[in-house]
């Protein structure tokens, strides 16, 4: 597999360790800023702050109709002020910016009526029980305007699993957008696809077949509009958590390549995958024992993998999976 593209990511400014919160403080969150952070490029942002508001600062929440179908309201808390209408003025420019920027993905702060992703609170008007179904109200905007942006909150991003299922998306939202800069070509998708294949079926058989009916056509169609709809469906399929079940298929697969090599080589491999059905490894330690064999035996089609490289070692993410 080629070098790694260098993402660049949006983040909530106070998860880089930026006072930029109501209180005056901010929520440094390690993993964002010791790990990942120098292997990406950071673009901090605090809607928060950028629309106007203060620090410190009353704290604001959302309130009103909560669910897909409602439009709750941007109100501080103390004060009643409403800031519904200049967050969402705000945010449209922003995301435009952001847009921009070619992004690869967006971290962003749990629980803020500004930023969060999922389960935000929602206040009833008259300060009834607060519903556990709303979405941050600049990240609805980021979401809707930029469907294909992988976006994770920092507080799932503690969990290994999701973890690394967004590390590996940014990275192939980075390779895809390194392609179409360089031009997008129907040979240039299959190659890209084909390096893919072992990801796609970790993840998602579904989409994996649907990807592989669509590149098949691919001499039928509007190049641009073929490249759209690969690029949603690439990136959704990825989103679907990868199982154990699905990575054992993918290694055994993957371990067919083998069936020349020496006896004692393939018991290893077999013992390895087998050792990760159960529980007893990490999945890093098959993994290494493919790609080691990929090279000693000039496995080309396996070297091309984005599976055996999906993100940078440094992270060790396949260390916890």
């Known amino acids: 597999m080629d070098h790694l593209p260098r993402p660049r990511l949006g983040i909530s400014a106070c998860l880089l360790g930026q006072p930029v919160r109501y209180d005056s403080g901010h929520k440094r969150d390690p993993f964002c800023v010791d790990l990942l952070g120098p292997l990406v490029d950071w673009v901090p942002l605090c809607p928060e702050v950028e ?71 929602v206040y009833g008007p008259r300060g009834g029980p607060a519903a556990r179904d709303g979405v941050g109200a600049f990240i609805a905007v980021l979401r809707a305007r930029l469907p294909l942006l992988p976006i994770e909150e920092e507080g799932r991003l503690h969990d290994p699993l999701l973890r690394e299922s ?9 390779r895809w957008q390194r392609l179409v800069k360089q031009g997008l070509s129907r040979g240039g998708l299959v190659a890209f696809h084909t390096a893919q294949k072992l990801a796609l079926l970790a993840h998602s058989p579904e989409g994996y077949r649907k990807l592989g009916k ?40 993957a371990a067919g390549y083998f069936k020349e090599a020496p006896a004692g080589e393939r018991r290893e491999l077999e013992e390895a995958i087998a050792d990760f059905q159960r529980g007893h490894v990490p999945l890093v330690v098959p993994i290494t024992l493919l790609r080691s064999a990929a090279r000693r ?25």
């Open 51 to 121: 629309v106007g508001m203060p620090i410190p600062r009353p704290s604001i929440r959302l309130t009103g109709e909560s669910g897909e179908s409602g439009a709750p309201r941007l109100i501080a808390q103390r004060t009643g002020e409403d800031w519904t209408e200049r967050m969402a003025a705000y945010a449209e420019g922003k995301v435009e910016q952001l847009a921009r920027l070619d992004l690869d993905g967006h971290v962003t702060k749990k629980d803020s009526p500004s930023c969060g992703l999922t389960r935000v609170r």
């Open 214 to 253: 669509l590149v098949a056509g691919v001499k039928g169609k509007p190049l641009a509009e073929l490249g759209q709809a690969y690029a949603g469906l690439l990136m959704a399929s990825l989103a679907v958590p990868a199982t154990r079940g699905r990575h054992v298929n993918v290694l055994q697969h």
């Open 166 to 174: 967004f590390v590996e998306r940014i990275f192939a939202h980075a």
């Open 297 to 321: 035996h000039a496995a080309d089609y396996l070297l091309g993998q984005a599976y055996l490289d999906p993100d940078p070692r440094e992270l060790m993410l396949r260390n916890h999976a």
